[in-house]
């Protein structure tokens, strides 16, 4: 699939709806949405790599959460994700994920993840589509 990702409208915040053929692409796509808004789609080097474990209680707050845990990342351990391979094991998530220092760019901030607007569906076409609106 050539799509991954597209930024749609929203007044105040970022709106981005991803594709996948499967549902881990959705997420792994989420990332690079993550990485192309930050950096203002200048690419980031995969310079490191980190595991991370999210859980959810269902497939948005999945999403949510995984957002939220990029965000963190940034924030607290100065890391910035790039790509990943995600595994999903029902409401539960894996991921090694790749990146670097945040230290190298001149990011963008990302306040929050938020659950306004937010989707996820396998459409009819069998391509998986999801929406993630992000508070800047």
Do not use: P
Not at 63 to 90: M, Q, S
Not at 100 to 112: C, F, G, M, P, S
Request: hydrophobic fraction near 40%; proline fraction near 0%.
């Amino acid at each position: 699939m050539d799509k991954k990702f597209e930024f749609l409208e929203h007044t105040a915040d970022i709106k981005v709806k991803l594709y996948g053929v499967t549902l881990q692409e959705i997420f792994e796509n989420g990332i690079s949405s993550f990485a192309h808004y930050v950096n203002s789609g200048n690419k980031i080097s995969s310079t490191k790599g980190k595991l991370i474990d999210v859980q959810g209680q269902d497939i948005n707050s999945l999403l949510y959460n995984f957002f939220d845990e990029l965000i963190y990342l940034i924030d607290a351990e100065h890391f910035v994700a790039c790509k990943g391979i995600v595994t999903l094991r029902g409401n539960n998530l894996h991921a090694e994920i790749f990146g670097d220092d945040v230290k190298k760019y001149n990011l963008k901030q990302i306040k929050a993840a938020t659950y306004a607007e937010m989707s996820v569906e396998k459409k009819k076409s069998g391509i998986w589509e999801a929406i993630v609106v992000l508070d800047v």
